[in-house]
């Protein structure tokens, strides 16, 4: 149990105690790290884009209102900057890099070891799978499964009404089960 | 990873899909690395740190107070002296000396004001401009004193214990501050008074601090750094 909510720390923030920003980092930095990992699939610029998300709550503390909770309005931010900076980097050239062996790697390194091996390849095609998911499809799957508990507050951090999480959401596990059948048809993508 | 962080939202697809929602929860998530903790609260001091702009805002910025004072004074004194005949002795740099020092009293009541506001910023601003003052006012030392002792904000601590600079060396100051060294609740503001022990404190106090550190009284965190500050100039 937290002794103190997030949407009061914010409110603590915004008074211009910014002390209070380091127990909201506290809380959420893993999460927003791996939501920016999922998109980004670079490790460096996902902790760039973590560090930067919680500045830009510092500076528009004041703009969270308290209508709905803080950690949807932290995903919100989260993911207007993250977009941001995917479309800068599409402007610039820098395209995602795909997930190989290397990016796997680092992302499944501390799998256990009692796994077994089929596991573990069905696992590991999932995760291609996930990668290879257009960003929008993947970032509600991501927030849906390890972020939120219920669709309004999904919605509220995907910017869109309830209704439209629960059809995005739909839409892009059934894309992601088309790419990991196709995949199971053809290893060779793996 | 707790499993309540796993629970995600209710999900109900075909039969593939509800599987792979469940396989889903079993990917590994990556954890970030260790230099993103302190690059964040170096990020963060950085941010908090107010501008030059905001600075001067908090010197001069509340205008609604000192401006229609001031203005009403040098009317006032306009009048005096346009009406007054026995002032016509008095020479123009004792007047504006006089004048300099009913403004610059004036700016110490707004500060003092400003250093007991509701608003935890406002108290920021006013500990910034205080620094500045403080060295020549025992009062305004007093008012930060309890602003480093008592204020609910650590950053608001922390940024009086700053301000208050040399005045450690001053025997009320540094009584006090010395007494809050142990007892400080948060690291930020431990570091705060270890940083000022460092820069501007007493042999006395300096040897008091490296004590405190060798009988692990401070933040664990803190421990290395005091004994690295100051072992080499001990020895």
């Keep these: 149990m937290q002794a103190v909510s997030d949407e009061q720390l914010i409110s603590w923030v915004a008074d211009g105690d910014s002390s209070c920003l380091g127990t909201l980092f506290e809380r959420h930095h893993r999460g927003i790290y791996q939501f920016c990992l999922q998109l980004t699939r670079n490790p460096a610029l996902a902790e760039d884009l973590t560090q930067e998300i919680f500045i830009r709550v510092l500076r528009k503390a004041g703009s969270f209102r308290g ?11 989260a993911r207007n900057l993250t977009f941001d900076e995917l479309r800068k980097n599409k402007r610039r050239g820098i395209t995602v890099p795909e997930p190989d062996a290397e990016n796997l790697g680092h992302m499944v390194d501390e799998r256990s070891a009692e796994q077994s091996a089929s596991d573990k390849q069905r696992l590991d095609q999932l995760e291609t799978a996930l990668a290879r998911l257009p960003e929008a499809a993947r970032e509600v799957i991501w927030l849906g499964r390890f972020e939120f508990e219920g669709y309004d507050e999904l919605a509220q951090a995907l910017g869109c009404k309830p209704g439209a999480a629960r059809v995005r959401m739909h839409r892009a596990m059934n894309q992601l089960n088309d790419i990991f059948k196709a995949m199971e048809v053809n290893p060779a993508h793996v | 990873m707790s499993d309540e962080k796993q629970r995600g939202v209710p999900f109900d697809g075909a039969p593939e899909e509800q599987q792979l929602w469940d396989s889903l929860s079993q990917i590994n998530r990556a954890e970030p690395g260790p230099a993103l903790r302190s690059r964040f609260y170096d990020a963060l ?12 805002a908090a010197r001069f910025g509340n205008v609604s107070l000192w401006v229609p004072a001031v203005a009403c004074m040098v009317i006032g004194l ?11 002795g008095t020479g123009p740099t004792d007047q504006l000396v006089a004048l300099q020092e009913q403004v610059s009293d004036l700016n110490r009541r707004v500060l003092l004001d400003q ?21 020549d006012d025992p009062d305004l030392a007093r008012a930060l004193l309890r602003r480093a002792s008592q204020d609910q904000s650590a950053s608001v601590r922390s940024a009086a214990i700053d301000a208050l600079g040399p005045q450690i060396a001053s025997a009320e100051v540094g009584d006090e501050l010395m007494g809050l060294l142990e007892g400080a609740d948060s690291p930020l503001v431990q ?12 042999a006395r106090q300096v040897r008091l601090l490296l004590d405190l550190a060798r009988a692990e009284r401070l933040h664990p965190d803190l421990v290395p750094y005091v004994t690295s500050a100051v072992e080499p100039t001990e020895a």
């Design chain 1, 67 to 77: 209508e709905g909770c803080f950690k949807a309005w932290l995903y919100n931010v």
């Design chain 2, 45 to 56: 001091s950085e941010a908090s740190r107010p501008t030059l702009a905001q600075r001067l």
């Design chain 2, 78 to 88: 306009g009048l005096g002296l346009a009406l007054n005949p026995s002032s016509q």
């Design chain 2, 115 to 135: 250093l007991e506001q509701a608003s935890t910023n406002a108290r920021l601003r006013g500990v910034i401009a205080a620094g500045e003052l403080v060295a």
């Design chain 2, 191 to 202: 570091l705060a008074l270890v940083d000022l022990v460092l820069r501007h404190g007493t």
